[in-house]
């Protein structure tokens, strides 16, 4: 399997390399900055062999130009549906991105929610899931409905539990804190926010992250459940009837909380 490399880039975010297992080709997911990742690609000895985009926004694509002067033959990967400056090669839900030298395909799925043209990579195990979903949260919902975020998450939450999920932010901490506030009597998320705070406390990224970690502690995975759904009832203070409507309300609730 292709090696997911998570290189810090401007505050809080997160640049991907996707490295090969055989040789040194990797993939560049999300440049928000060109600098750290041109630095880790020459100490590394990596090879770019292809760009991948997941949304427009300025902390996902501010390195492109630079990216893509340094090493101007490899293509860029990104959304049909929304413009991207340095884009080659436009991609949507069903697309295939065929990266021979990593030895790896990406499926496409459209993801619209945080923007309206987000898309998401998956393939060889990994998810790049740009601002959708968050180690223990979701992308906030700027373009989109929260009907359409919600029908997004249902569609990654269907991948293979053992998936590998690289996000485009380090939110873990303050995302476990609102799902604690959610579920506060759910086991795994307690144990998880242990191990999270471990990591940050030793200056570790807490990504990536299996999805099969996300269905037992993610609120925002988790609206069928029963606790959950109470949770929501109780904060909005009436009765609700299906998981979109409990979805709506926690991103309401984790957006001023
Ligand atoms: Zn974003």
Not at 120 to 144: P, Q, S, Y
Not at 189 to 212: I, K, S
Not at 233 to 249: K, M
Request: hydrophobic share 40%.
């Amino acid at each position: 399997m292709p090696q997911p490399i998570a290189i810090p880039a401007l505050s809080d975010n997160y640049v991907w390399l996707i490295r090969s297992d055989h040789d040194n080709a990797c993939a560049i997911v999300d440049p928000g900055e060109a600098a750290p990742v041109i630095e880790a690609i020459r100490q590394q000895g990596l090879e770019p062999v292809a760009v991948l985009i997941t949304h427009r926004h300025h902390d996902h694509v501010g390195g492109l130009k630079e990216i893509r002067s340094t090493w101007p033959d490899i293509p860029v990967y990104g959304p049909a549906e929304e413009p991207v400056d340095g884009v080659t090669d436009e991609v949507k839900d069903g697309s295939r991105v065929e990266l021979d030298a990593l030895d790896a395909d990406f499926d496409v799925i459209a993801t619209p929610g945080h923007t309206l043209g987000h898309i998401v990579f998956h393939g060889r195990g990994i998810l790049l899931c740009g601002d959708t979903l968050f180690a223990g949260g979701c992308g906030r919902v700027f373009e989109g409905t929260n009907d359409q975020m919600h029908r997004a998450l249902k569609a990654l939450a269907a991948l293979p539990r053992q998936t590998i999920c690289c996000c485009g932010h380090e939110y873990t901490l303050a995302n476990l804190e609102f799902a604690r506030a959610v579920e506060p009597d759910n086991e795994d998320l307690a144990e998880r926010q242990r191990q999270a705070r471990a990591l940050r406390d030793a200056g570790e990224p807490t990504v990536p992250f299996e999805l099969g970690g996300e269905l037992r502690t993610n609120p925002f995975m988790r609206c069928d459940e029963p606790a959950v759904h109470e949770a929501a009832e109780t904060h909005a203070g009436r009765s609700l009837e299906t998981a979109a409507e409990v979805f709506a309300v926690l991103r309401d609730w984790k957006n001023s909380f």
